[in-house]
T-cell receptor, first 115, second 112 residues
Framework: DTGVSQNPRHKITKRGQNVTFRCDPI?????LYWYRQTLGQGPEFLTY????????KSRLLSDRFSAERPKGSFSTLEIQRTEQGDSAMYLCASSVGGLANYGYTFGSGTRLTVV | AQSVTQLDSQVPVFEEAPVELRCNYSSSVSVYLFWYVQYPNQGLQLLLKYLSGSTLVESINGFEAEFNKSQTSFHLRKPSVHISDTAEYFC??????????FGTGTSLTVIP
């Protein structure tokens, strides 16, 4: 696998339900990032991990959002008690070390629709 | 903090014509600058980046961007566009830290 994999590609859920998305980064990348992209906007940073440590989570949109990367490999993003405003594309990216030298490699995203 | 402004939300251009997608940034510290491209139903792909050195950077598919510190700009240009260049283009800025700030994107449509 040469890319960042995200599953599922699409998720439709009813308001109030919990959803979980998975991201598998490029295997040698130690940093993993989550972004949210709403229609007509650029990606908005949510949180990131270095290995299994979550180094920044203050940008998570509310306490309904949480992310984990338990073994420093794949990561999950969970949204509890979903709201219609959570409908968006959720993007995962990974990088080796400091992002500036390499840029990110993004996955294709998970599109969430809350009905 | 940093921010990015992409001045044009949509840019239609005829095939083989030149194009410029504008990007201005704001930052109180030195920054790194990036352009990403997003094709329909795909993730973002790095197009080119400026870290330091030569202010003119090029991509492998004919795009180039010039970092202008005095004008705080990083405009993307291509002298002759192709149908396959139709996509959403995002400018991003990063300070020596770990997150990007993205612009709102410019939708480039190449008209046959």
């Amino acid at each position: 696998d040469t890319g960042v994999s995200q599953n599922p590609r699409h998720k439709i859920t009813k308001r109030g339900q919990n959803v979980t998305f998975r991201c598998d980064p490029i295997s040698e990348h130690n940093r993993l990032y989550w972004y949210r992209q709403t229609l007509g906007q650029g990606p908005e940073f949510l949180t990131y991990f270095q290995n299994e440590a979550q180094l920044e989570k203050s940008r998570l949109l509310s306490d309904r959002f949480s992310a984990e990367r338990p073994k420093g490999s794949f990561s999950t993003l969970e949204i509890q008690r979903t709201e219609q405003g959570d409908s968006a594309m959720y993007l995962c990216a990974s990088s080796v070390g400091g992002l500036a030298n390499y840029g990110y490699t993004f996955g294709s995203g998970t599109r969430l629709t809350v009905v | 903090a940093q921010s990015v402004t992409q001045l044009d939300s949509q840019v239609p251009v005829f095939e083989e014509a030149p194009v410029e997608l504008r990007c201005n940034y704001s930052s109180s510290v030195s920054v790194y600058l990036f352009w990403y491209v997003q094709y329909p139903n795909q993730g973002l792909q790095l197009l080119l980046k400026y870290l330091s050195g030569s202010t003119l950077v090029e991509s492998i598919n004919g795009f180039e961007a010039e970092f202008n510190k005095s004008q705080t700009s990083f405009h993307l240009r291509k002298p002759s566009v192709h149908i396959s260049d139709t996509a959403e283009y995002f400018c991003a800025v990063s300070a020596p830290g770990n997150q990007f700030y993205f612009g709102t994107g410019t939708s480039l449509t190449v008209i046959p």
